[in-house]
């Protein structure tokens, strides 16, 4: 149930920063290759996925957002 | 942060432009009256009726650009990114995004008030909030995104 929550939360935070609906954004899609990120939009859902699960994300675990699933995957490791 | 680890201190005009790259016409910072590193930075813009965008913003009655406002909001941020990574050199800055509300015009003969914040800080890029007040009047805030790319690599 929790983690179904992160999942519906990070995919959520990530639309909006990249302006897609999030039932278009195919979570193992390249974030950058695909679908058109860039590093300030990296940082923006960083910053979002903290401020929303009270975290505090390694700055060396930025790189690790490549596709939605694998900020999930960084969401999870993170909240307790 | 506690106040005692915090070293306040101003900039004036020179300091200022020691720091970031715009000159005329594109200076829209004429004092840090707070630069705490980390913390915030606070400065002063005085517009007056002789600024070059009254010209055409507009003819008939001036009224300041609300690009005008982000390019103030952006040189606080430069500020403070500098005065975080003072080491930082040969460096461009480059605004990524901002996300600005306009709450009220600002016209000749105000004094705006910047302040800046961080939101969140890499080594090399940071997401800050933006706060122009002109007197007790907050007239635009926002968030926005700066990052420092060395020059070699633009």
């Known amino acids: 149930m929790v983690e179904r929550t992160i999942d519906q939360e990070v995919t959520q935070l990530i639309a909006e920063i990249i302006e897609m609906d999030p039932a278009e954004i195919n979570p193992d899609a390249h974030l950058v290759e695909d679908l058109g990120m860039d590093s300030m939009?990296?940082?923006?859902?960083?910053?979002?996925?903290?401020?929303?699960?009270?975290?505090?994300?390694?700055?060396?675990?930025?790189?690790?957002?490549?596709?939605?699933?694998?900020?999930?995957?960084?969401?999870k490791k993170y909240v307790k | 942060?506690?106040?005692?680890?915090?070293?306040?201190?101003?900039?004036?005009?020179?300091?200022?432009?020691?720091?970031?790259?715009?000159?005329?016409?594109?200076?829209?910072?004429?004092?840090?009256?707070i630069a705490e590193p980390g913390v915030r930075v606070v400065g002063i813009k005085n517009l007056t009726g002789n600024e070059w965008f009254y010209q055409g913003h507009?003819?008939?009655?001036?009224?300041?650009?609300?690009?005008?406002?982000?390019?103030?909001?952006?040189?606080?941020?430069?500020?403070?990114?500098?005065?975080?990574?003072?080491?930082?050199?040969?460096?461009?800055?480059?605004?990524?995004?901002?996300?600005?509300?306009?709450?009220?015009?600002?016209?000749?003969?105000?004094?705006?008030?910047?302040?800046?914040?961080p939101i969140r800080l890499m080594r090399d890029a940071g997401l800050l909030t933006g706060t122009v007040m002109v007197g007790e009047r907050?007239?635009?805030?926002?968030?926005?995104g700066l990052s420092a790319k060395p020059n070699s690599e633009l």
């Open chain 2, 58 to 117: 507009f003819p008939k009655r001036a009224v300041t650009p609300g690009a005008m406002l982000c390019e103030a909001v952006a040189q606080t941020g430069i500020v403070f990114f500098h005065l975080q990574q003072p080491a930082a050199q040969d460096v461009t800055y480059l605004l990524g995004s901002i996300k600005i509300r306009f709450l009220h015009p600002v016209w000749p003969g105000d004094q705006l008030r910047i302040e800046v914040t």
């Open chain 1, 41 to 75: 939009m990296a940082l923006e859902i960083l910053a979002s996925i903290e401020k929303k699960f009270r975290i505090k994300v390694s700055e060396e675990d930025l790189p690790k957002i490549t596709t939605v699933n694998r900020a999930i995957e960084l969401a």
């Open chain 2, 138 to 144: 907050v007239v635009a805030r926002g968030e926005f």
């Open chain 2, 1 to 33: 942060m506690s106040s005692e680890t915090v070293t306040t201190k101003t900039l004036d005009f020179e300091q200022i432009k020691r720091i970031i790259p715009q000159r005329f016409p594109f200076l829209m910072l004429d004092r840090v009256i």
